[in-house]
């Protein structure tokens, strides 16, 4: 049971999802529940593959506009095709599946984490801080009216790579600093070191509809 001690302080009872939610799902309330073992394998082998995928293609596509163009031009990718290449990911599965990455810290304000997303990232933040390491991932079940949906959570550190548009401001060039400020007026994910909590990927997808 030890092995699941990151899943047991996400039981919440009630949750209400806010902010950047869909329409639909504003102010209905939700119960949010720790996955049973089996759930938990499904949840995680599922989880892990599209999360897996999501990290490669994203890395792939700014290591190439890295190349082409350096980091001014891979900002500029990150800008435009970061959430397109992230419906394609989900578009790749047999089931439909929603993917976001997000964090405390965020520099596109699309990425806002909803009020359960919040809770992970502290979760995730507090751990790191407590006891020097990341768990693997959080999985939660959520039930909804009669939809029941699976939720995965990835961290992710901070690693050398991540530095160059992430790191500190004033190790940044003029150009990718301006470009970084005119994009993101309101950037809130510099000044990170390597090591550091960045953020989640975060799947989720319906599990069951009709027997909850
Ligand atoms: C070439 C610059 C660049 C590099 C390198 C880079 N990022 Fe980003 N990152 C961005 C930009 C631009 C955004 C905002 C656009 C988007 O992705 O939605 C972003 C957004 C994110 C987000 C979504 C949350 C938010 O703040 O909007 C996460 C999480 C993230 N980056 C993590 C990482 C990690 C982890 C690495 C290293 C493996 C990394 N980034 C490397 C430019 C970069």
Request: proline share 7%; hydrophobic share 40%; net charge positive.
């Amino acid at each position: 049971m030890r092995m699941l001690q990151w899943l047991v302080p996400l039981l919440v009872i009630g949750w209400v999802f806010s902010g950047c939610e869909k329409k639909e799902r504003e102010h209905l309330a939700v119960k949010v529940m720790v996955p049973d073992s089996s759930e938990q394998v499904a949840i995680t082998a599922f989880g892990d593959s599209v999360a897996t995928m999501l990290m490669k293609t994203l890395k792939k596509a700014v290591l190439e506009a890295m190349e082409a163009g350096g980091p001014v031009n891979a900002i500029q990718v990150c800008n435009t095709k970061a959430l397109p290449l992230t419906r394609g990911v989900a578009g790749r599965f047999e089931r439909p599946v929603d993917i976001k990455r997000t964090s405390t810290r965020i520099r596109n304000p699309e990425n806002q984490p909803d009020s359960l997303e919040k809770q992970v990232l502290v979760y995730f933040e507090k751990q790191l801080r407590e006891t020097g390491t990341l768990p693997p991932y959080v999985a939660q079940v959520i039930v909804k009216g009669d939809t029941r949906y699976y939720r995965y959570y990835k961290p992710m550190k901070v690693a050398p790579l991540c530095l160059t548009c992430h790191g500190d401001p004033k190790n940044m060039g003029e150009p990718l600093r301006e470009t970084l400020k005119r994009l993101y007026p309101r950037d809130q994910a510099t000044g990170y070191q390597e090591g550091d909590f960045r953020g989640v990927i975060r799947v989720e997808w319906v599990a069951a509809v009709g027997k909850n």
